[in-house]
């Protein structure tokens, strides 16, 4: 059974730091290209970044770019969202997604970590 | 950037009825990169439609896509309670990645 586990998040002053987490399981890691898409509260669906399966490839949303970086570690299965200089309107729940092998769509999503931006 | 309209923003609606639910793309967007995503409060969002019109698997018959070039649509032939729920569609491009609308709303009449 295909598994991501997103952990990582909490409260955060504006201009800090955090690392969000995703691990990966029921499926060949290094295969599928990641995504991490976001959500503020009572809001829609914003892509953040991807890498691809093999790390070779990487994006990021403009409204990120800077400041947050993306990597994955094979030998643990997980995916790993650094987000710096953390900004009020980062505020969201974070998820990790996988991309359908190939396609152009998200097949499987985890269950969220939420990120608060706050003095 | 190609952006993603969707109407209604709520479509109030009791069970047993059907379902309309549209997707604009400012541009004319692949059908192959169209799909749709339903969400429920407090979980993430579950992939309905892919290629437009392909149900994922375990998606009941009474979804369906259709649609080409900048207008697409969503229907669900007769409303269950279950399928109250927020729906999103969502185009592939090259930067950004995806992008997604704004949700339709399907809630109880």
Do not use: H
Not at chain 1, 60 to 67: E, N, Q, T, Y
Not at chain 1, 96 to 116: F, K, N, P, S
């Amino acid at each position: 059974e295909v598994q991501l586990v997103d952990s990582g998040g909490g409260l955060v002053q504006p201009g800090g730091s955090l690392r969000l987490s995703c691990a990966a399981s029921g499926f060949t890691f290094s295969s599928y290209s990641i995504n991490w898409v976001r959500q503020a509260p009572g809001k829609g669906l914003e892509w953040v970044s991807y890498i691809s399966g093999s790390g070779s490839s990487i994006y990021f949303a403009d409204s990120v770019k800077g400041r947050f970086t993306i990597s994955s570690d094979y030998a643990k299965n997980s995916l790993y969202l650094q987000m710096n200089s953390l900004r009020a309107e980062d505020t969201a729940v974070y998820y990790c997604a996988r991309e359908a092998y190939g396609d152009y769509w998200i097949d499987y999503w985890g269950q969220g970590t939420l990120v608060t931006v706050s003095s | 950037e190609i952006v993603l309209t969707q109407s209604p923003g709520t479509l109030s609606l009791s069970p047993g009825e059907r379902a309309t639910l549209s997707c604009r793309a400012s541009q004319s967007v692949s059908s192959s990169y169209l799909a749709w995503y339903q969400q429920k409060p407090g979980q993430a969002p579950r992939l309905l439609i892919f290629g437009a019109s392909s149900r994922a698997t375990g998606i009941p018959d009474r979804f369906s896509g259709s649609g080409s070039g900048t207008d697409f649509t969503l229907t669900i032939s007769r409303l269950e309670p279950e399928d109250f729920a927020v729906y999103y569609c969502q185009q592939y491009g090259s930067s950004p990645r995806f992008t997604f609308g704004p949700g339709t709303k399907v809630d109880f009449k």
